[in-house]
């Protein structure tokens, strides 16, 4: 069983950072990659960033690229999203998800997901 955990949303002014963890448990070494996506109230989820099973490659939605960063440190078994130069854009619940079946962007391939961190942008 796959467990995924987040933290480190909160509320915060345009221009901060906030750095996101994703604290796993389960057969996370075989994912293929470990994502975030984001929600926003009236919106659907959508994909904000990946990094594949190797550690070796990272995507990034349009949105975000540039201002955020994913990483993941296997010793404890934590993926982390930095995000800089917040918008009020980027006001959303963030999730966790783990993929075993390829192609990122694709989020009914996502098995496994936290319960969500929110993360509110205003000034």
């Known amino acids: 069983q796959v467990q995924l955990r987040e933290s480190g949303g909160g509320s915060v002014q345009p221009g901060d950072s906030l750095r996101l963890s994703c604290a796993t448990s389960g057969r996370i070494a075989s994912a293929d990659y470990m994502s975030w996506f984001r929600q926003a109230p009236t919106k659907e989820r959508e994909f904000v960033a990946a990094i594949s099973g190797s550690g070796l490659s990272t995507y990034y939605a349009n949105s975000v690229k540039g201002r955020s960063t994913i990483s993941r440190d296997t010793a404890k078994n934590t993926v982390y999203l930095q995000m800089n130069s917040l918008k009020p854009e980027d006001t959303a619940v963030y999730y966790c998800?783990?993929?075993?079946?390829?192609?990122?962007?694709?989020?009914?391939?996502?098995?496994?997901w936290g319960q969500g961190t929110q993360v509110t942008v205003s000034s």
């Open positions: 998800a783990a993929n075993y079946r390829s192609s990122y962007l694709r989020i009914q391939n996502y098995d496994y």
